[in-house]
């Protein structure tokens, strides 16, 4: 989404140093840039991917915001439409996985199945996932979509982790961890369909409001994250991801980086083997209970 103002040689880099790292995920949206369809645009414009090339990476975007409102569009003209416009900025002749990107309060599920259905039948979209999306909300997608919900992209950090604090925390009287506003076990919900939850913003403390790695408002928890990647012989990054990546629900890590030397000492968190006591460390560390 960061990829814009970036040279070609830039976004080159980027993803040779990705490929690099064992990454064959690219993850966009339609809104990602300055204006519709960029990022995807730029994209196709640096890489300029060999049939080979393109086989070898799996290409994810996203639809449904409007950002001039701003408000949501799932009608099926819009989803129609806007893949339209990704395969044309992204230069290729399919979506690997089409990302419904929050949630629609005017949806109408049979619209959805609609356009899912004409774009899998016509070979434009192989897969079909969500994103921010709360349980209940993907079952009424699932009452009348016949193509497996296969994602679910959901902001999730140490210190943004309220789809597993919550469950930590349940039946606490008074504990505001335990309240539950997604719905209710959206990560369980997530295992319990086989739906593969990826997670966007993995070192930002909140919603866009900085990083915690190395912030002096997180003194307790970055001890912990340098003693462990010091342990280990991994940059700090490789441990906030290792934290997702140690969950047994299998979460994809999206970085969201345009720094390569951030994606390569990220990757090295995947195979990070976290004990359970240094996972609950590090929880306990961002400032979340254990009852």
Known sequence: MRIADRTDDEIRTLVRTAREAGIDFVDHADIYGRTLHECERRFAEAMRLT???????????????VPEGPYFDYSYEHIVGSV?????ALDTDRIDILLLHRPDALVEPEEVARAFDELEAAGKVRA??????????????????RQPIVVNQLQLSITHAPIIAQGVASNMLGEPQSATLDGGGVLDHARLHDITVQAWSPFQAGFFNGVFLGSPEYPELNAVIDRLAGKYGVPPVAVATAWITRHPARMQVVLGTTTPERVTGAARGSDLPLTRPEWYELFRAAGHRVP
């Open 128 to 145: 079909f996932g969500v994103s921010n999306h709360t349980p209940r909300q993907i079952d009424l997608l699932r009452r009348y979509v």
């Open 84 to 88: 339209e416009g990704s395969l044309r």
């Open 51 to 65: 049939p080979a090339e393109r086989d070898a990476l799996t290409i994810q975007t996203k639809v449904g915001i």
